[in-house]
């Protein structure tokens, strides 16, 4: 019984670690594009999932709402960096400086939402489908299909990051920005597409964190980036497929936590277990990008 | 003044105060130091808590509507004594954890997610310090051994918290002004240099971590002697922020700066919001009020990033002066270099 | 010494095992043997073995990614070696923290010149005096009675530096507000008010107008005259010529040579590393 009970756990790990991975990926991939911790990042999820929200009240298929929310988080995200953050590197606002915008920006628009909608929480309209039977893991087809989506999202951003020639300009411009330049890659596009592709992924990932979580609310988002960070700093920030190996990690343990110890433990484990990575690994299971950006910045 | 103004006064007061306090704490982290401390409020908070746990008394001897750990009924100055201890002990857990070879940014990130953490803890193990209900009926300290009235009482804790507040300040204000406030604002401004020069980066930091984690726990003990009442609503991870918002628009490492800053954000404007007249809805208010407060944070980093009152330039004049009695001749060929310089 | 020191790993260790020929009778201050360090898999530095003797400029160049930085971030402690060994007046300094390496006497300047940009420029070269004794927290809630002293020496000291390099007048700038070659001056000053023991300078001519530069250089023959030990990378040759003796040349990762410039300029690996690396 006891093993059934953590291979079901598990399976939940696994949908949860799918929305965690969507979102990971997208913020540590901006990240390590642009230099800039960008905590706005479950604003961006929660402006794209109520987006998807408005459209899906009005009877439109949550599945093509999802691709609206992610084209809308693309595009808010670029505007944010147009608009406020790339002015403010421009004019020498520092490390900790843009830390601090990009939380003014999560208070901004997660209030701005709340003012709008209330405080109440909100559902989609979303049949959960046939449950199916994976041996002891229950899966709703909604749950595949998110489980789809994020091995989807995955595969298309390894192939993109690792073939195409604007992959390889993001990964150039990530290492190191000053010989991107030199060597002609027009970085200022590249920065535009990471801020785009991460916004992207934001959406996405908003749309199916509202999907799992049932119910949502204008701090849904933000509260979730937390989560998201704790996955991103487990695998090594700044490191795509460290955010996907942390996002798994974190999703499989903690609701192993909730499933075998106590419900109330679920975000507590993820944390406790960040704590221990942090103490053995000051940066991260997959470190070595983000200490050779340290030594760059 | 009738009662009700004189209550109202004492009570902005007494915030201001703490506020203050937490304020020049966090400053020395910040302003002086360069660590990005989003956890600083869970150092209130575990002040807060400390203290009025050792006030209540045991869990069990308060008819059993609120559950705690490690419940005792001490005299007065020894819970706010024993919040500082913990204080330090959570700082030097956290810096621990937290601060080590990281950049400032990436230490910021790690500090959100401790702070929530901490909130989630607080939040859902409910005997701890009684989940999000929080702890009431934090009995006043010497309120049955000194006999005034409530507005006496009152005015004399605006009293002993202006005085704590005015001492944290003047130490902080020392350290600031000694040869290690210049060894910290170095390694602020770059920490390879100043460990390429012989300086513990991280025992550094780790040495204002502890100080500011024992300020922010004391005005948290402070704050729950007065109020009488703390629950994790009031320390969710924003708090910080405003904190935060406070320093950057007075001015970071200036201590008059951030008494300003203290002055305006987290006591007036919070106040002022209070006024708005078109608005009647107590949520849309308390979005507003976070609604202006990132505002007004991004027009400062955007026009005046160095605040109202800017970091006091420290001059050889200055420096030769907390050492002898009379500044030394080369000074004087400074001043008119200065004219020049852009 | 010989042209062609071998390039091959057991070679070269045995070679540098004992001191060069060149090098008999003056002290060896730092001697690094078999230095290593991988990034990702690679061997961005391996097998870098040289000794820096007593009161010389020892120079070392090569082309960009020979690795010199990253030799240079190991001897100060910032990158850890993944082999080899780095001994200092006698003491094993692998695994030692910058800031110790710093107080065992080795001072550091870094490619991009890094002032404290918002400490004026009197308070930078202060700071190059590290005084455990009243930078810490005691000291500092105890007040100026106790440090005023201690202070005052070191302030003393700072005014005489800011006068030899005739930077008084900007005393009271930030160090921010300073052109390229200002920066350069003070992290100079700032080294030098360590009184550092070997002073490793990292292309302390990048960014640097022709003025300011022949000053730097008259400053480091200066302190060599009076015993100075240093140890710059730098890519002018020219300056290298008029300073370093002798010159390690560095490529892809290793040693490639070792000697005066002269003989560097003969050498046909030398210029092949050159011209291809």
């Not at chain 1, 509260?223 to 798994?248: D, K, P, R, S, T």
């Not at chain 2, 005792?72 to 954890?97: D, H, K, S």
């Not at chain 3, 230095?35 to 082309?63: C, K, M, N, W, Y």
């Not at chain 3, 991009?112 to 190059?128: P, Q, W």
């Amino acid at each position: 019984m006891k093993g059934d009970l953590l291979v079901s756990a598990i399976g939940f790990g696994i949908v949860t670690a799918s929305v965690l991975a969507v979102g990971a990926v997208g913020f540590t991939l901006q990240f390590s594009v642009t230099n800039i911790l960008n905590l706005a990042f479950g604003s961006v999820m929660t402006i794209a999932g109520f987006t998807a929200y408005a459209l899906n009240a009005r009877g439109v298929n949550i599945w093509l709402c999802l691709l609206v929310a992610g084209l809308a988080g693309g595009v808010l995200s670029v505007a944010l960096n147009a608009m406020l953050f790339a002015p403010l590197v421009r004019r020498g606002t520092k490390l900790f400086g843009m830390v601090i915008i990009t939380i003014s920006v999560a208070l901004i628009l997660d209030h701005l939402v709340q003012a709008i909608v209330g405080p109440s929480f909100f559902s989609y309209r979303v049949s959960a489908g046939r449950t199916m039977h994976l041996g002891a893991m229950v899966f709703t087809t909604t749950e595949l299909i998110t489980i789809g989506i994020a091995v989807v999202a995955m595969l298309a951003l390894h192939v993109a990051l690792k073939f195409t020639r604007f992959g390889k300009a993001m990964r150039a411009v990530a290492t190191d920005p000053l010989l991107a330049r030199a060597c002609g890659i027009r970085t200022h596009r590249v920065v535009n597409l990471a801020w785009f592709l991460s916004g992207v992924l934001a959406g996405m990932a908003g749309v199916i964190l509202f999907i799992d979580t049932a119910t949502f609310s204008a701090t849904t988002g933000t509260e979730f980036l937390v989560i998201i960070i704790a996955a991103a700093v487990l695998g090594g920030v700044g490191h795509a497929y460290g955010a996907m190996l942390g996002a798994l990690v974190v999703g499989i343990v903690s609701e192993i936590a909730a499933a075998l110890i106590n419900p109330s433990l679920k975000e507590i484990a993820a944390f406790v277990l960040l704590v221990l990575v942090l103490l053995v690994r000051p940066r991260g299971i997959l470190a070595e990008v983000a200490a050779n950006k340290e030594v760059v910045a | 003044m009738s009662a009700a103004t004189q209550l109202y006064v004492i009570t902005l007061l007494v915030y201001f105060f703490v506020d203050l306090m937490v304020c020049w704490g966090l400053d020395l982290q910040f302003g002086v130091a360069g660590v990005l401390n989003f956890a600083y409020i869970v150092f209130q908070a575990a002040g807060a808590y400390t203290t009025a746990v050792l006030t209540l008394g045991p869990s069990s001897g308060n008819g059993g509507f609120q559950h705690y750990v490690g419940g005792a009924r001490l005299p007065f100055p020894l819970p706010l004594l024993a919040a500082m201890v913990v204080g330090v002990l959570l700082a030097l857990f956290v810096g621990f954890i937290g601060l080590r070879r990281l950049r400032s940014d990436y230490q910021a990130m790690v500090m959100l997610v401790v702070s929530v953490i901490a909130t989630a803890i607080a939040d859902t193990q409910l005997n701890l310090v009684n989940g999000p209900a929080g702890l009431a009926l934090v009995p006043k300290p010497l309120a049955s051994s000194i006999s005034l009235s409530p507005l006496g009482y009152g005015w004399l804790f605006v009293v002993f918290s202006g005085v704590v507040c005015v001492l944290v300040g003047w130490l902080i204000h020392r350290i600031v002004e000694s040869p290690l406030g210049r060894t910290l604002r170095a390694i602020r401004e770059d920490e390879r240099a100043a460990a390429a020069l012989g300086r513990n980066v991280n025992g550094s930091r780790l040495l204002v971590f502890v100080i500011g984690g024992a300020v922010a726990a004391l005005s948290g003990g402070i704050l729950v002697e007065f109020v009488g009442a703390w629950a994790p609503s009031g320390w969710l991870y924003p708090e910080t922020f405003v904190l935060f918002t406070a320093i950057i628009v007075g001015g970071r490492a200036n201590v008059f700066g951030v008494a300003l800053g203290a002055l305006l954000i987290p006591v007036g404007l919070q106040q002022a919001v209070e006024y708005i007249p078109i608005v009647n809805s107590p949520t849309v208010l308390a979005s507003l009020e976070w609604i202006i407060t990132g505002l007004v944070t991004i027009t400062f980093l955007w026009v005046r990033p160095q605040g109202l009152l800017p970091e006091r330039r420290r001059t050889v004049r200055s420096i030769d002066r907390a050492v002898r009695r009379r500044a030394v001749v080369i000074a004087a060929g400074t001043s008119e270099s200065l004219g020049g310089g852009p | 010494m010989s042209l062609q020191p071998g390039v091959g790993k057991g070679d070269q260790a045995d070679g540098l095992g004992q001191p060069p020929p060149g090098e008999t009778g003056t002290k060896a201050l730092l001697q690094a043997l078999g230095l290593g360090r991988d990034f990702g898999g690679v061997h961005a530095v391996d097998e870098v073995s040289f000794s820096v003797a007593q009161g010389t400029i020892t120079g070392i160049i090569g082309p960009n990614g020979a690795g010199k930085s990253t030799v240079l971030g190991m001897l100060a402690g910032e990158v850890r070696p993944s082999r080899g060994t780095i001994r200092f007046d006698g003491r094993d300094l692998v695994g030692v923290p910058p800031h110790k390496v710093a107080r065992a006497g080795i001072v550091r300047t870094f490619q991009l010149a890094s002032v404290f940009s918002h400490l004026t420029v009197f308070e930078n070269v202060l700071m190059g005096d590290y005084a455990p004794r009243i930078e810490n927290l005691w000291a500092s809630l105890a007040g100026r009675r106790v440090w005023r002293k201690q202070e005052r020496d070191r302030i003393d000291k700072a005014h005489q530096i800011l006068e030899q390099f005739d930077m008084a007048r900007v005393g009271d700038l930030y160090a921010g507000e300073l052109s390229g070659g200002q920066k350069r001056l003070v992290e100079i000053m700032r080294a030098l008010m360590a009184s550092p023991r070997l002073l490793l300078l990292d292309e302390p001519m990048a960014g640097v107008n022709r003025t300011i530069g022949a000053r730097i250089e008259e400053i480091l023959l200066q302190l060599r005259s009076q015993g100075m030990t240093v140890l710059m990378i730098e890519h002018e040759l020219e300056v290298v010529e008029r300073l370093c003796d002798p010159v390690i040349v560095m490529a892809r990762g290793r040693v490639l040579h070792r000697g005066t410039m002269e003989e560097i300029r003969r050498n046909h690996d030398v210029q092949k590393a050159y011209l291809v690396g």
